[in-house]
């Protein structure tokens, strides 16, 4: 099907979309050429650190070739062909003339799949540019980091058939798919609150010493331009994905407005002062950080549940993706939130189950596929979340197969940065969510962790 | 000084109070004539559950006297006079006819103060009558259920010169002291950030059986009112107080503006639905409420920090305060919310003390009146927390000292209930705070927990 998608064949595939046929991963929208073995052919664009991580678990697998990566920076691709050969598996093409040639990777026809996963301002451009060349996108998180990139996603999608899977991997944590069974068997009742975040001292991770940009490596030489230019919850999908899948976002409810609130900004500042480099005099030490340090953000449901979501990662703490999920009959709170939970009329009265009891609840719900793949994911390292996720995906490449986490998903998930930031901008006023399903969010049923793609 | 109070000496006063003058509980603002051996006199306003408890600790000490008593239930007066029996006191005249004969009370020429604890809609205004006579007032908490009844409080105390000290006993608890102390020995850093609330699964309190007005008892008798009618945080001060506290609010501080998002009402028409007195087809059954079960609030203060405020009364769930604390150097997790802080270069990093390591800085930081009182205040019950609220009053009442919780606290604390309300209603728009200090809070300094009254 690659390259003769037409608007004919695309008004087919959306529509069985918008019809509801397409509800569950599995629903095969046709063959992958390179599929006839069962294998795939997966790209790479992006191979940092974050990408290798995905490189590694996916070449690791039998049933996938990597023929190609793509990275500006060859100390990456040389690190990044150690991976495939560490795998068994031949060294890639590379490319990495120029933050374009990503491009030439896309006109492959060899190619089933890629994952991209480079700095958050190409998640977006590059996307679009993958699906327009009719490959089945994994797409990194954030999705994008403006609302027009956001929408200009869904259109690519809308425009070419081709499907977006979005990697957020904390949706497939075990806890997180412990709850939505909780949910399906309905031990809440009728959910009505959550609280979730990305909770993550990072300023190791923004500074080399006490620097950015140019002069440090890895994530620090990109991703702490947007503490110093944004006033934004700039990460919130690590915690609101989850929260959308419990509550169906997109699929029978939606995210309605949000409302943001920043505290000033110290932390990274105060960092830099306080550092060995740095210090009062350190150049660093004179920026002016828009970044305010817990930006906190309230967003209401077309059904009525409110989600509270903190983005905390320029001060000291303990990692948390802060995750209470609370119901008419009771409530839960996650791995880094004392791990309790309390159901009306099965633990004690106005008391939190804990410890053993506690577990005792996760075990009965624990998801079936978890408890199949259990050792796998373990030995996939990261707590067995990439390792789901990873799997999702290839298996969603190999039968072209909806994706349980969509586009759809991916705009509305991430636009929360910028509209979170238009929020702060005026003084926290409330602001409205576009509706990326255009309206089919009311008919479109839940997929996500209710087939065997998952 | 009762019945001469002029505008003079009125202007005196505050303009002590302005001037910096009247910085620390202590201050004396003039002897009352009837405490010339130490002793006070304390009318009482309202002898329910919870003015009976005060009645209790109060009548229980000796060095006060109670020789009147006011509640329009003969029963609880009845059985107030048996708390006062108990305690080796004299039965106090009882004031009973009607809504309005709390006036009466007030006319009296014996009373050095009054505790006020009525149903919320008469705080206001008999704390307004109360300071008109020259009572040293006693206000339960909240101050005032709308914008008016806050600014009636500060214009009363204002132009009568007579103090209010607002009884928010969770100030009063040994971890919110202890955090104050930290917080003077910067063992936070700069504060950025706080959560709070009242988490209490209130539905056995608003409702008798399924019942609740003329049909009820207690609290459920005018208490429930307020979520059928409001959808707000109706109830904010045991949260917000204690961080107001570690905020400096109203001195080198105020609240600023706040956003509040409420989520849909299910909670209390489950609970009908559910219950066996109840049913589907129960008259409640049928009642619109307009609380949400979860209303959340975000105030940004002056000094740009954030408060997350959660309201959360209509749910089953264990206790809480919702406590956390988060500044440049660390972070504080309350008693329920996991016992547990993690301090930059003494924590282990990224991992949270909790356990004996956590009662250790509990300990070290410990306040000085609580290792004092500390047996006392265990006899008294209730965490000791009210202990220590009732004992400050009386030894305010003593010296006519200016309260370390003051009518400014009252009014900026208890007016988030209608403004929380006004953001919900304007779909979470953005509302600004009063200044209820008239720009005073620029100079005032702190004083709560900084003196022997404390």
Excluded at 47 to 64: E, K
Excluded at 71 to 82: G, L
């Amino acid at each position: 099907m690659k390259n003769n998608v037409n608007r004919r064949n695309f008004l087919k595939t959306t529509t069985a979309a918008g019809l509801g046929l397409a509800l569950t991963p599995g629903f095969v929208l046709g063959r992958n050429p390179s599929n006839s073995q069962g294998q795939v052919s997966i790209g790479f664009i992006g191979v940092g650190l974050r990408g290798r991580s995905h490189l590694n678990l996916i070449s690791g697998r039998d049933d996938v070739t990597v023929p190609a990566i793509c990275d500006v920076d060859p100390d990456a691709i040389t690190k990044a062909q150690k991976v495939l050969r560490d795998n068994g598996k031949k060294e890639a093409e590379a490319y990495t003339e120029d933050a374009n040639v990503y491009r030439k990777l896309l006109e492959r026809q060899d190619l089933d799949g890629v994952i991209i996963a480079t700095p958050w301002r190409w998640h977006s451009p590059m996307a679009v540019d993958a699906m327009k060349a009719h490959k089945y996108v994994g797409l990194e998180v954030p999705a994008a980091t403006t609302l027009d990139g956001c929408w200009d996603l869904v259109k690519a999608h809308e425009e070419t058939g081709t499907q977006l899977m979005f990697l957020e991997n904390v949706c497939y944590a075990r806890e997180v798919l412990a709850v939505l069974q909780m949910l399906k068997n309905n031990l809440f009742g009728t959910p009505v609150h959550a609280t979730c975040g990305y909770k993550h001292d990072l300023r190791g991770v923004k500074f080399d010493g006490v620097e950015f940009g140019e002069k440090a490596n890895n994530e620090a030489k990109w991703r702490t331009q947007h503490s110093l230019k944004r006033n934004a919850d700039l990460y919130p999908t690590h915690g609101v994905g989850p929260v959308a899948k419990w509550f169906n976002i997109n699929r029978g409810n939606r995210f309605e407005y949000l409302t943001s609130v920043a505290t000033k900004s110290e932390g990274l500042h105060q960092y830099i002062v306080d550092h060995p480099e740095g210090g009062p005099d350190h150049p660093n030490a004179k920026l002016d950080w828009k970044l305010g340090d817990i930006v906190t953000t309230i967003i209401k449901t077309a059904n009525g549940e409110t989600i509270v979501i903190s983005h905390d990662t320029n001060l000291p703490r303990p990692y948390s993706w802060g995750f209470t999920l609370h119901g008419t009959k009771g409530i839960w709170n996650g791995q880094y939130e004392g791990r309790r939970i309390y159901i009306e009329g099965k633990s004690k009265q106005h008391q939190w189950e804990s410890g053993d009891d506690y577990d005792a609840w996760m075990k009965k719900y624990d998801h079936p596929l978890w408890k199949k793949y259990e050792n796998a994911a373990r030995e996939a390292g990261h707590g067995g979340i990439d390792y789901f996720t990873d799997r999702t995906f290839v298996e969603c490449v190999k039968q072209n197969a909806y994706p349980p986490i969509d586009v759809y998903d991916a705009a509305a998930w991430s636009s929360i940065t910028p509209l979170s930031e238009e929020s702060i901008s005026l003084g926290s006023k409330s602001v409205n969510f576009p509706d990326f399903t255009g309206g089919r969010w009311i008919k479109r049923e839940p997929v996500f962790g209710r087939s065997k793609i998952f």
